[in-house]
Nanobody, 124 residues
Framework: QVQLVESGGGLVQAGGSLRLSCAASGLTFSRHTMAWFRQAPGKEREFVAGIHWTGGPTDHANSVKGRFTISRDNAKNTVYLLMNSLTPEDTAVYYC?????????????????WGQGTQVTVSS
């Protein structure tokens, strides 16, 4: 049974930082692309960042480039999202996802596995 468990969310002031973690089990982590998506109230789920199973290629949404960084540790079966310079517009539930494929601009429909999400709230 595949499980993706996110942690690290919380309440932070604008300009602050958070690091999200997603611990994976039940899958061959080193053969899965991992990604972060987010969904704000009343909005569609959107891609935030993705990382190839080798840890090589990464992709970040334009809205977070230069502020967020995705990384992974295959020895720990964990993917991270470091979020700096947070703004209230970053407030959302953040989801971790896994898939066996890779492409730049990969869409949510390509992902087979999803976590339950972790809430990130940025106050102004």
């Amino acid at each position: 049974q595949v499980q993706l468990v996110e942690s690290g969310g919380g309440l932070v002031q604008a300009g602050g930082s958070l690091r999200l973690s997603c611990a994976a089990s039940g899958l061959t982590f080193s053969r899965h692309t991992m990604a972060w998506f987010r969904q704000a109230p009343g909005k569609e789920r959107e891609f935030v960042a993705g990382i190839h199973w080798t840890g090589g290629p990464t992709d970040h949404a334009n809205s977070v480039k230069g502020r967020f960084t995705i990384s992974r540790d295959n020895a720990k079966n964990t993917v991270y999202l470091l979020m700096n310079s947070l703004t209230p517009e970053d407030t959302a539930v953040y989801y971790c996802a896994a898939t066996r494929v890779w492409s730049y601009g990969i869409v949510a429909g390509s992902f087979s596995y999803w976590g339950q999400g972790t809430q990130v709230t940025v106050s102004s």
